[in-house]
């Protein structure tokens, strides 16, 4: 199981992304790009503009995680406009189905967020329309909040679930991910890990982004779900 890192350009500035994207484009394997419009999330960032100027500026696939109140209306512009990954929440999505096969169509992968407070067993029989389930570890819509140790059993049954299902769904986590958690993520069954302010409030993103891979990798070789 190789373990992804997904930078979030949420901490970083928002005037210089470019430099913030090129700083850690040499060590990371996804830019992951928070996209939220005050209403499914109580806070603002950007929108597809934003993603598409982006996308000229830097060579790091897009994993863009959209926290907005009507993903199944704009899903697919996201991957229309290049983004290779695009995240969709369980609690806003109307059809999901027609919205993941929507986003795969477009030629992107597909991903499925679940909030802290939402199960993840529900969602079984839609692990053939997903590339990623993202199992967030803070209630969406700000960086730099405290990681909730409570959502790891359900990272746990997550891994489980996509085990016995038998596809290649990844398992990711955003929120309060960082030096002190991202072991305990991956022993439970993350393989993507979301940092934020971790990386882009450190003096130095790239060094942050490689010491947390090696955190990560050492802990998933002796987690039980990887062998
Ligand atoms: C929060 C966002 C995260 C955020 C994580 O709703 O989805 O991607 O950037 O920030 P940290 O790593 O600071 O918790
Ligand atoms: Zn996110």
Request: proline share 6%; hydrophobic share 50%.
């Amino acid at each position: 199981m190789a373990v992804q890192m997904a930078p979030s350009i949420l901490s970083a500035d928002f005037a210089r992304l470019a430099d913030e994207a090129a700083a850690v484009s040499p060590v990371a394997d996804w830019l992951h790009v928070d996209v939220m419009d005050n209403h499914f999330v109580p806070n603002l960032t950007i929108g597809l503009p934003v993603v598409e100027s982006l996308l000229k500026h830097t060579s790091l696939p897009l994993d863009c995680h959209l926290m907005i109140g009507e993903p199944d209306r704009w899903a697919a512009g996201y991957a229309e406009a290049g983004a290779r990954n695009v995240t969709v929440h369980a609690e806003a999505v109307r059809s999901p189905v027609r919205t993941l096969r929507a986003i795969r169509a477009a030629g992107a992968r597909a991903g499925l967020a679940i909030s802290p407070g939402t199960a993840v067993e529900p969602y079984e029989d839609l692990l053939g329309e997903l590339d990623m389930l993202l199992v967030m570890t803070v209630e969406p819509g700000f960086g730099h909040q405290q990681f909730l140790d409570l959502v790891l059993p359900k990272v746990r049954r997550a891994r489980a679930l996509v085990s016995r299902h038998g596809g290649s769904v990844w398992v990711q986590v955003d929120g309060g991910v960082g030096e002190e958690t991202i072991e305990r993520c991956a022993e439970a069954g993350a393989d993507v890990f979301v940092a934020g302010s971790a990386v882009y409030e450190s003096g130095d993103p790239a060094a942050v982004v490689q010491a947390l891979r090696a955190q990560a990798e050492r802990a998933t070789a002796r987690a039980p779900w990887s062998r």
